[in-house]
């Protein structure tokens, strides 16, 4: 039941990744158009370009990107137990993937409580997500080994 969630909260944090980039190819470009044109709306789009600001880490833009984050760090505290195996790799997936939820928990409450400021709000978690960066050259090693190593015999196995 554990796997079960922790997927459908990946799966849900791929979408909020994607939201965005749909909206930078999508809506982005046409309200930049009707504001450059005047055309009918331009009042509307203005205020829009504006919430979309990628610039800002407290736009609608960036928010979809950090609740993604926010997602991954919440899956990292649902499977750091889970994933701690018998192999170096395993471990180090465990660990890093646990201590970037819990680190990443722990700046969204300084944040809440104000400890942070919004200006710092992409130093401080972006610096966190690096974190990621070990946990998928980890991976690589897990996978590689899974892959090449041949599967054992079971009982139920044709003679």
């Known amino acids: 039941m554990l796997a079960i969630i922790a997927a459908t909260i990946v799966l849900i944090s791929v979408l909020a990744f994607i939201i965005p980039k749909f909206i930078a190819v999508w809506t982005i470009p046409m309200l930049a158009e009707t504001i450059s044109t005047g055309a009918m709306g331009a009042d509307l ?37 889970a994933l701690y195996g018998e192999n170096m790799s395993a471990k180090i997936t465990a660990v890093t ?56 015999a079971t009982n139920n196995d044709p003679q």
């Open 45 to 81: 789009a203005d205020p829009l370009l504006r919430l979309l600001n990628v610039s800002i880490p407290f736009s609608l833009y960036t928010s979809f990107d950090y609740l993604g984050f926010w997602l991954y760090a919440v899956f990292g505290l649902l499977v750091a137990g």
């Open 97 to 152: 993937v646990g201590v970037f939820g819990f680190v990443y928990h722990g700046l969204l409450a300084a944040l809440l409580f104000g400890t942070i400021a919004p200006t710092d709000i992409e130093s401080w978690f972006l610096s966190v997500s690096g974190l990621l960066l070990i946990l998928t050259v980890a991976m690589i090693f897990s996978f590689r080994r899974v892959l090449v190593t041949p599967p054992l």
